[in-house]
């Protein structure tokens, strides 16, 4: 028989170990012993309380309704419109040669529009002239002096007639009047004795008339006169 030697500390551990293990190995022993000793107790089964139920009969699902059959719809076929055709390009227009440039007459020279004025002149006194001797044909003879101031009085009526110059040029029209003037060169009385037929040219003859008083005085004391409105001759 061999001894083999222990270390006093590893002795001590083997030793504690092994009475642990005989104490646990004691206590199931004695558990297991108890647990089959011991008497078994069984608990009763719990019944429930009874249930009652009614019974209803379901109501009965309705009839599903017949599916509509689904129309089908024939697509109408879009026929494509044809493209319109392009208007066809309008030719150019020939670039015609502009036409020479025709030369302008020449203004008149100074000369010829003294010539022109001076016919005026003439034409103005000559109807002057003519009514001054109508005037004094009861003495049967040419009063110089009349027929002067009988220029002179037309000539300060037309510088007041604003319708010289709105009717100039109106060959058809003409105006008589018949003044009676006192010997200071006051104006007595105005009648029209011939109308032109228009009545702005009328108006605006007699506007001229009241518009030159006073005359001036007549060389022979009062006198009657009868006064000739044409616009051809105004200047």
Do not use: C
């Amino acid at each position: 028989m061999s001894t083999r030697y222990l270390p006093t500390g590893m002795l001590v551990h083997e030793q504690n170990f092994r009475r642990l293990l005989s104490w646990s190995l004691g206590v199931h022993l004695l558990a297991l012993g108890f647990w089959v000793v011991a008497p078994v107790t069984r608990r009763a089964p719990l019944l429930s309380a009874p249930v009652f139920v009614d019974i209803v009969a379901a109501p009965m699902a309705a009839a599903a309704r017949p599916k509509r059959a689904r129309q089908v719809v024939d697509e109408p076929v879009v026929i494509p419109k044809q493209p319109k055709p392009l208007p066809k390009p309008k030719p150019k227009p020939e670039a015609q040669p502009k036409p020479e440039a025709q030369p302008k007459a020449p203004p008149p020279s100074a000369d010829e529009l003294l010539a022109k004025l001076r016919e005026k002149v003439e034409a103005r006194d000559a109807a002057l002239a003519r009514s001054a001797t109508a005037t004094s044909a009861g003495a049967g003879r040419f009063d110089p002096q009349m027929a002067a101031y009988q220029r002179k009085l037309k000539a300060l009526l037309y510088a007041n007639w604003v319708g010289a110059q709105v009717f100039r040029g109106r060959a058809d029209l003409n105006a008589r009047f018949q003044v009676q003037i006192d010997p200071s060169g006051g104006l007595g009385s105005v009648a029209l004795v011939g109308s032109s037929g228009n009545r702005y040219f009328d108006e605006s003859a007699e506007r001229a008339i009241w518009k030159t008083r006073p005359f001036p005085r007549p060389p022979r004391g009062a006198l009657t006169l009868t006064l000739d409105f044409d616009p051809k001759e105004s200047l």
